[in-house]
């Protein structure tokens, strides 16, 4: 009954800045830990960014120093603030969470991903 909802994609030069968006709804559930992945043509899907309900945060190395992510847990909803976009960084862009239903079972979850391109 969880659905990560990903919003904020689109088409961009290099240099540029998107913000993306993941929304979770649904109703008697916990997010622990989200993060953003994503997959580029032909690629295997990748961890850019996690970030724990206490806010701490992991990057991938191809990303940091330029994407930053933050959560608003009333919200249930995670940001990705993407600057100084790379050609490398199109993809999918898919929004993952750790949730916990009300008898505390654990699952993990995935959105239906957006779309960044940026192009060269």
């Known amino acids: 009954q969880v659905q990560l909802v990903e919003s904020g994609g689109g088409s961009v030069q290099p240099g540029g800045s998107l913000r993306l968006s993941c929304a979770a709804s649904g109703r008697s559930f916990t997010i622990y830990a989200m993060g953003w992945y994503r997959q580029a043509p032909g690629k295997q899907r990748d961890l850019v960014a996690s970030?724990?309900?206490?806010?701490?945060?992991n990057y991938a190395d191809s990303v940091k120093g330029r994407f930053t992510i933050s959560r608003d847990n009333a919200k249930n909803t995670i940001y990705l603030q993407m600057n100084s976009l790379k050609p490398g960084d199109t993809a999918v862009y898919y929004c993952?969470?750790?949730?916990?239903?009300?008898?505390?079972?654990?699952?993990?979850?995935w959105g239906q991903g957006t779309l960044v391109t940026v192009f060269s």
């Open positions: 993952n969470a750790e949730v916990a239903n009300m008898t505390g079972y654990v699952l993990e979850e």
């Open positions: 970030i724990s309900r206490a806010g701490n945060t």
